[in-house]
């Protein structure tokens, strides 16, 4: 299903992503042991594999997704990678990235391990594994709306599409 270059490059985003581990949740930083949020991790992680170059990415509210619908993250991850539906054998590879929709767009992203593990950061945690499966507030919708109980909507990407 992958080839061996994509072999080790996948390997190198999980061991770059792995060092973030532990990292404290705080919006916009991008420091190993010091600070990160999801977006700045992936950004991070990718470039630290060699997988895409440095991003400079603009200031954002860390409430963003509650109060406008334009799909920012999407934007940068559309720059390097392709989104590939769920049901893809290839969708869900260490390394590849799933997005969660929270509020109004797309707005948390982590790195696939071996799914339904993943890395990520999140607001008052620090980067840790999950397992998304397990975690309802990765599946569910809870938000106090009509659509309590909906699956979260969720894509896939991968930069070796």
């Known amino acids: 299903m992958t080839n061996q270059q994509e072999d080790i490059e996948r390997s190198a985003v999980l061991a770059h992503a792995k060092l973030w581990l532990g990292t404290p949740y705080h919006p916009e930083a991008r420091v190993i042991g010091v600070g990160v949020d999801c977006a700045t991790m992936i950004a991070e992680t990718y ?3 060699g997988k895409i170059p440095m991003q400079d990415i ?3 509210p860390p409430d963003w997704h509650l109060h406008r619908s334009k799909e920012r993250y999407l ?3 559309f720059r390097y990678a392709k989104e590939l539906p769920e049901e ?6 260490p390394g590849n990235l799933v997005l ?3 509020g109004r767009c797309y707005s948390h992203g982590a ?3 071996k799914w339904p593990r993943i890395i990520h950061a999140y607001l008052d945690t620090s980067v840790c594994y ?3 499966e397990a975690a309802k507030w990765l599946n569910t919708i809870g938000e106090a709306t009509d659509d309590i109980g909906k699956a979260r909507p969720r894509k896939f990407f991968s930069l070796w599409e």
Not at 88 to 93: C, G, H, Q, T, V
């Open 47 to 49: 470039q630290g594999a």
């Open 58 to 60: 603009e200031h954002y």
């Open 75 to 77: 934007e940068h991850v």
């Open 88 to 93: 893809n054998p290839r969708a869900k590879l």
């Open 100 to 102: 969660f929709r929270f």
């Open 111 to 113: 790195i696939i391990v």
């Open 130 to 132: 999950e397992n998304v």
